[in-house]
């Protein structure tokens, strides 16, 4: 069992930014697969970015150049860097972690970007 915790969200304005931590439970949080997820009002749940056990790292064509997802494995804890922040990046945000057929999920953390 991984228990994902979320943090950094907030109220941010257009062009501003904000860091997302996920912290996982377990000591073997460094051969996980882990990514960040979004889901707006309204709308089915997206990929945001990925980051596999390797470090290679995937992005959705919409946050490319703004967002960064990096990982520390020594502090069991994924984050995302979020830049240029738009209104349409308004979303709650999840953390997931998988291996092989093990999937986890966080709580989520809101972010929103308003003027």
Do not use: H
Not at 12 to 23: A, K
Not at 37 to 62: C, F, H, M
Request: proline share 3%; charged share 15%.
């Amino acid at each position: 069992q991984v228990q994902l915790v979320e943090s950094g969200g907030g109220l941010v304005q257009p062009g501003g930014s904000l860091r997302l931590s996920c912290v996982a439970s377990g000591r073997i949080f460094s051969i996980y697969d882990m990514g960040w997820y979004r889901q707006a009002p309204g709308k089915q749940r997206e990929l945001v970015a990925t980051i596999r056990s390797d470090g290679w790292v995937n992005y959705a064509d919409s946050v490319k150049g703004r967002f960064t997802i990096s990982r520390d494995n020594a502090k069991n804890t994924v984050y995302l860097q979020m830049n240029s922040l738009k209104p349409e990046d308004t979303a709650v945000y999840y953390c997931k972690s998988s291996l092989g057929g093990q999937i986890y999920w966080g709580q989520g953390t809101q972010v929103t970007v308003s003027s």
